[in-house]
């Protein structure tokens, strides 16, 4: 269980080192998972076409959810674009500053992963980015715009070209990515259609097909690890051993990940009167947008929810208190590959995990033990 800072002014939440220690095996197991070739054979229907092709890299700022109860950590999801990663890991202030500078020991991590990222794009070839976009649509009006700044100054303090762009604001194609008639290396993506499935982003996904522009994340590892379609698969046992895991990672992932599966493998009836150990989540949907607790579930709006709603055991979030306030809270772990970036709270109120909760946003994170 998460223990409480009661320093005053200090937002740090202690969780026990065993704790991380089980996070960070999940982590290595479901990357290990995501090479198996019999896994990614057993996906390769169930996925858009986009999905297909390995880019022959990974994905920037991986980002897994985690509540930890009596009996540790549990799993909620994964995000292939876990926004906040500089807050969080300069976590202490509820309020989104406008100029945050990663300390020299988070420079060399982020340094690592997008060189990572860019010389396995170009085989080898070229070492850094010449020229990045942190895509979004619409980022000034985005709630973590002033994270994108900042990363924005990281990439020109390492010597690069950066801007913050619509997609409105691209050339693409087949040919490649350009911003002001000038070539894009890197696209570090914040844009939430995995898939490349919008009008505006058809040029990108020519690109990224055409392997024409390092784009990082992308749909190939958003569709190995984040569509939250692969709970399901993760939390069946059979499904895991088909595709050769070992016995180790399968039980890992049966501690761990939820119970997960579809809303159309049930009688409809039995699920509505078990609701209060489910909760309901949009397939395609980010943000924890339409994300339905069955424990504040209404007949009408459990009816309307389409067959691909995945429905996953409900797991409570741990319980922080910080001076008078009392808050839910979660954990987001920043990885790139099987290496871990950093680890922060997420402090709410409400059904769901948000950042706008008065008094919340992202903490520190203590380890003891």
């Not at 990515?177 to 919008?198: A, K, Q, S, T, W």
């Not at 009167?273 to 994300?291: D, I, L, Y």
Request: proline share 6%; aromatic share 8%; net charge neutral.
């Amino acid at each position: 269980m998460a223990k409480n800072s009661s320093t005053p002014g200090l937002r740090t939440i202690t969780i026990g080192r065993k704790d991380l220690c089980v996070m960070a095996r999940l982590v290595r197991t479901v990357e290990h998972l995501a090479a198996l070739p019999a896994y990614r054979e057993a996906l390769h229907d169930a996925l858009p076409e986009v999905a297909w092709s390995d880019p022959g890299h990974a994905a920037a700022m991986m980002g897994y959810d985690f509540h930890i109860g009596p009996d540790g950590p549990h799993l909620i999801e994964v995000n292939t674009n876990a926004g906040g990663g500089l807050l969080a890991l300069q976590a202490g202030s509820p309020e989104v500053e406008s100029h945050i500078t990663p300390d020299s020991r988070l420079q060399t991590r982020l340094r690592s992963m997008f060189s990572t990222e860019m010389r396995r794009f170009s085989a080898g070839r070229i070492d850094r980015p010449e020229s990045v976009v942190i895509l979004d649509e619409e980022p000034q009006a985005q709630f973590l715009y002033p994270e994108m700044q900042a990363f924005s100054d990281f990439f020109r303090e390492w010597g690069c070209r950066a801007v913050i762009a619509d997609p409105k604001e691209l050339q693409a194609g087949s040919e490649g990515v350009f911003h002001n008639g000038e070539p894009v290396d890197l696209i570090y993506n914040r844009h939430c259609d995995f898939y490349l499935e919008n009008r505006e982003l058809a040029g990108l996904r020519q690109a990224y097909l055409n392997r024409a522009v390092c784009l990082t994340p992308n749909p190939y590892r958003y569709g190995l690890l984040a569509d939250k379609r692969r709970l399901c698969f993760w939390s069946d046992p059979a499904a895991l051993a088909a595709v050769g895991l070992d016995q180790a990672g399968i039980d890992l992932l049966q501690r761990i990940v939820p119970e997960s599966r579809m809303l159309g493998s049930f009688d409809p009836d039995e699920l509505w009167r078990e609701r209060k150990q489910w909760v309901f989540k949009p397939a395609t949907m980010h943000a924890s947008r339409g994300v339905l607790v069955g424990a504040k579930a209404t007949k009408g709006r459990y009816l309307e929810l389409p067959d691909d709603t995945i429905v996953q055991r409900f797991v409570a979030p741990s319980m922080s208190t910080l001076g008078e306030n009392q808050f839910k809270t979660d954990f987001r772990l920043f990885a790139y590959q099987n290496k871990l970036l950093g680890i922060a709270a997420r402090l709410y109120r409400g059904q769901v995990t948000n950042l706008r909760t008065e008094g919340g946003g992202f903490a520190a994170v203590r380890l003891s033990g």
